[in-house]
Each structure stands twice: as C-alpha cells, then as structure tokens.
C-alpha cells in the first residue's frame, strides 16, 4: 500500500493523513472558506446612507465572525518519511524504526506525536481514525528520544529536521493479530486575533504503521476478486457472456476483499487469454495493502482502471482473467467475453440497406409507360 486518507472523529474537526499508497498530505483540522460582500448591486429604490452602511457592516461582521480567513495546508511546509511502515514481528520482540521530520519553513514548528489507531478504511485505502480510541496495545509503542515523548509538544526550528526514533516492544503473551495505526505529527497555534474568534488552526501529516503479530513471517490471509465488470467500451451482456465489438477499446475494473484477520499484498497480473488459454495481453496490477476485513479497488501499476484494445484479427472467445500471487494468498477470478466487429456488421448492413433503396429508386423512375390506343 502507497498511502491512506483519514477523517478525524473528533468534533468539529478532520484530519487526512496520507493514504497506505502514497506521499503524506497536510490537512487543516479547522478550515475555513473566506466570504468578501461584493457584488451588491444598486437597489432601484432610494435608500438612506446610513442604512446601506449599516447594512453592509452588518454582512462585513456576519463573514468575519462565522467564516474566518483560510489557511494554507502547504504553507505549513512539514514533511514526514517514511510514509508507510509494514512491519511483521513475533511476540516478544522489539524493534525500532527512525522517522524524520522536515521543516521546510523560515519559521520555528510547535508539533505533538501521537500514535492513533484505527480498524477499517474505505475501497481506496483511506481508513477512518478515532481519535478518543484507546486499546491496550498502544502502549507496546514508544519513543526512545531523550526529549521528545508522544503526546507532549516539541519544537522543530525553521529549515531543519528531528528524527523520531520510533521503539514497538510486543509482549510475549500479545494475542495473534493485526494492529493498525498511524504515528500523527500535529501543529497548532492559538490565535486570539478577533478574526478568527479564539479557534485552533491545527494541521497534521502521519506514517500509516501495519503491524502483523504472529510467529510466521508471512500468516494465511483470504483473498477474494469481485465481478470483473466492463466499465467503457461498446458490449452487450447475455446470459454469463459480453460480446464485444473488436475495434472498441475497453477498461475493466475489480476489487479485492481480505476476507482474513492478516494483511495482504496485491501483487499479481490483469490478463486477455484466447484459445488454447493463450495468453493475448498482460498488464501489472498495482502492489498495495488490504488490511484484513476490508475491501479495496484493484488498479494497473499506472494507478488505473485496467484496460485492453482488441483488433480486428481478434475474434471469437476470451477470457478476461485477475490474478493474485502474494507470499501468502492466491486468488483469481475471470470473465468470458465473445469478440466480434459489431460495428463494422452493422455499417456493412446499413449500406446494403441505403444502396438497395437507392438502385430500387432508380430502376422505379427509369420505367416508361406507353399510352393504349
């Protein structure tokens, strides 16, 4: 998985944090859109002075109070690597993984480290995290640094960087499981100007942390493809069988659901097999992540839909297949599709039928008729 998306269960705020298949992204947890009156236009009565500068005041106070000027998630220029850390580890171990902070700044960062969990995410990797969530097993992680503890505020001066020495110490009687949870970097400032009333203007960036807890290094998972379904393309479905038109591109798309209590890669192919199962097109499928009990969306190594173009030589049966080969599952799922030029057919009949009206036209006016005498 590259990267994961996160709402923040608090009240009143939200949270995104980079997705298990990419680069950390910054999220304001109080964002607000700015409201400038303009445009007001000259009303066709006469209205006394007073009262239009009293009305305009009064729409001046109502988008300062209740929509405060914006802030920048990019402008708190903080970086976090790396994004992703997939670790397998047997009960009574420890490990220590190291993560740097950059500031990119010109100016000084108050930040606070905290591990915060979560159990489900959505079809594209983007889990939902609770931030009141408080299971045992956060305490098996910590930080070894002398002055930086999770949850108390350090400081990371301007154009510079702090490592984070993240420790995970599993007790040997932990139960066998999957532990899912991200290591959040927050700053925050308290503002007191009257524009913004007093509120926290707050952003974050986070390390999605996968932990397996078990005694093999690679634990059974269950893996299952969904229908692969045509999404583009020009075809028509009978029965269990697509016929296809052959000169039409198509895209397909299908997901992957971890129906085991164990994480797992999709690593695996998108192929057109013909007669004889004969291998006509094979495409990468994108390596990520399916934390166990969720369902995500199989992509090409591009991060798209799958797709294929057949041609006009290509026509009669043919299987769309998905596989999944990973260290510790195997899956796979198909369609079977009938290949013909339909659009060429319906051309050729078309013009068949245009040409035989025009030549019965013709022959219609060229027949003379001779008066009886």
């Known amino acids: 998985m590259t990267s994961l998306h996160y709402r923040h269960c608090e009240s009143q705020s939200a949270e995104a944090i980079p997705a298990i298949t990419g680069t950390p992204k910054l999220l304001l947890k109080s964002q607000y859109r ?31 109070i209740c929509h405060p000027p914006s ?12 994004p992703l850390l997939r670790v397998n580890i047997k009960p009574g171990k420890s490990i220590t993984q190291v993560f740097t902070i950059s500031n990119l700044n010109n100016e000084d960062k108050l930040l606070v480290a905290r591990i915060v969990p979560f159990t489900q ?13 408080n299971p045992s097993w956060l305490n098996y992680f910590g930080l070894a640094n002398t002055h930086i503890k999770l949850g108390s505020p350090f400081t990371v001066k301007a154009k510079s960087s702090e490592q984070l020495i993240l420790t995970l110490s599993v007790p040997a009687n932990a139960i066998l499981r999957d532990l899912y949870s991200t290591l959040l970097i927050s700053t925050y400032s308290n503002i007191s100007s009257p524009k913004f009333q007093g509120s926290q203007v707050s952003a974050a960036i986070g390390a999605n942390l996968l932990v397996t807890l078990h005694s093999d290094i690679n634990p059974p998972t269950i893996l299952k493809i969904s229908s692969i379904l045509p999404n583009t393309g ?20 299908t997901s992957v659901k971890n129906e085991g209590n164990f994480t797992s890669e999709t690593k695996g192919i998108f192929k057109v097999t013909g ?3 004969t291998p006509t097109y094979l495409e990468g499928i994108l390596p990520v992540y399916v934390i166990s009990n ?17 041609n006009l030589s290509q026509i ?3 299987k769309i297949i998905v596989q999944i080969n990973s260290e510790n599952s195997h899956t796979e799922n198909s369609i079977d599709i009938f290949f013909f030029p339909f659009k060429i057919m ?24 001779f008066p009886i005498e």
């Open 34 to 64: 700015r409201f400038t009156p303009s445009g007001i236009s000259e009303p066709q009565f006469e209205v006394p002075k007073f009262a239009m500068t009293i009305l305009l005041l009064i729409i001046f106070l109502t988008s300062v």
């Open 71 to 82: 802030a920048s998630a990019s402008s708190y220029g903080v970086s976090l690597t790396p």
């Open 121 to 133: 995410s959505d079809d594209r990797g983007n889990p939902s995290i609770d931030m009141k969530s």
């Open 234 to 253: 020009a075809f028509f479905k009978v029965g269990n069988i697509y016929f296809v038109d052959n000169i039409t591109p198509l895209s397909f798309s």
């Open 275 to 277: 007669q004889n199962n």
């Open 294 to 310: 969720t369902q995500r969306i199989l992509l090409n190594s591009e991060g798209r839909n799958f797709s294929f173009s057949p």
């Open 316 to 318: 009669g049966f043919y």
């Open 346 to 369: 319906a051309g050729l009949i078309f013009a068949s039928i245009f040409l035989t009206v025009i030549l019965r036209t013709n022959k219609t006016q060229k027949i003379e008729y």
